[in-house]
């Protein structure tokens, strides 16, 4: 059975290692490289998972971390309406059985619910063809791309910008539901 759920700080050892798996395994298909992480010790990685709703990260146990993809709000008060996706991974024996999609499932649906959140962005190079459909289909847009956007070893791959508009209908539901949770007589 697979469990997706947000990491805390006591994950930060198996993220780590994945973490650094996943730059191994897939350099063209990250902007960072294993010297120049942001996590790049435990320490960063037990800070960062303590980050709270709004910068998160989302792991799929089965039973131990398979996979990861991570959520922040963009830091500017004038982007705050942004939130970025980035580090998606998934450890080559759990691959094509839906991890990815459910991993990315939980984290838009997560950020519906962030108040003032209206747009997931991403990026996916040329070297992540299936991250990269698995992204339309969940109804993420590309707005552009950038040529020879990466060098590792001599190659070189395009970065495509993606977006996506979060369901405004789902807005007022979570709203009106915190609002009931929040307001609710204590006997009911
Ligand atoms: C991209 C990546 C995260 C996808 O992970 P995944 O868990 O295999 O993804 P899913 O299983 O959700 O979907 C992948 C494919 O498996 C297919 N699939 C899903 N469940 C399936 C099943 N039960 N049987 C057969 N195929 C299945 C999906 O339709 C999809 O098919 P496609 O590649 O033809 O579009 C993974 O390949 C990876 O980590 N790659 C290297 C790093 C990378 O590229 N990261 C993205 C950075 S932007």
């Known amino acids: ?12 050892g198996e993220f780590l290692k994945l973490r650094r798996e996943a730059l191994q395994d897939a350099p063209l298909a990250f902007g960072s490289s294993p010297d120049d992480d942001r ?3 435990i320490d960063a990685a037990r800070r960062d998972l303590v980050g709270g709703a709004e910068s ?9 971390l398979v996979g990861t993809i991570g959520l922040d709000r963009d830091p500017k008060i004038k982007s705050a309406h ?3 996706l980035w580090g998606m991974y998934v450890t080559p024996a759990s691959r094509r059985q839906g991890v990815a999609a459910a991993l990315l499932q939980a984290a ?18 040329s070297a992540a063809g299936t991250a990269l459909q698995l992204y339309k289909r969940a109804g993420f847009v590309v707005w552009g791309t950038e ?5 590792h070893d001599g190659r ?3 970065e495509h910008y993606l977006v996506k508009r979060l369901d405004p209908l789902s807005r ?5 539901a915190e609002y009931r949770r929040t307001n609710a007589p204590a006997d009911s």
Do not use: N, W, Y
Not at 56 to 64: E, K, L, M, N, Q
Not at 147 to 151: E, K, T
């Open 1 to 12: 059975m697979m469990i997706i759920r947000r990491l805390t700080a006591a994950d930060a």
């Open 147 to 151: 040529p020879d956007a990466l060098m």
């Open 108 to 125: 838009v649906q997560h950020a519906q619910t962030l108040p003032g959140m209206t747009h997931l962005h991403l990026c996916a190079t």
């Open 172 to 176: 007022p539901l979570q709203e009106a």
């Open 82 to 84: 942004k939130g970025h």
């Open 39 to 41: 996590f790049i010790d």
């Open 156 to 158: 070189t791959v395009d």
């Open 56 to 64: 998160c990260v989302f792991g799929a146990f089965s039973p131990v």
